[in-house]
């Protein structure tokens, strides 16, 4: 598998304004994944991938389990992840 590309996504705010509306974006979302997973090869989430979470070092959000588990598929198939806090207060 020739892995060649760079794709981005941002505020895709999982978790707003509720779990029908989330949980519709999510099915979205993975499935987008997978329709990149033949040619990425470097994955940037750019900020709110998460609606009000804080992106603890050691914490994962509950809920959006095919998310994370995607994500971590891509990882284990050597695609670099980079995640990107949302908006925070300094």
Known sequence: VLREKIYFASDLHMGAPDHKRSRQREKYFVNWLRSIEKDVAELFLLGDVFDFWFEYK????????RTIGKL????????KIYLFAGNQAL
């Open 58 to 65: 050691r914490a994962v959000p509950k809920g959006f389990v």
């Open 72 to 79: 971590a598929d891509l990882a284990d198939q050597g695609v």
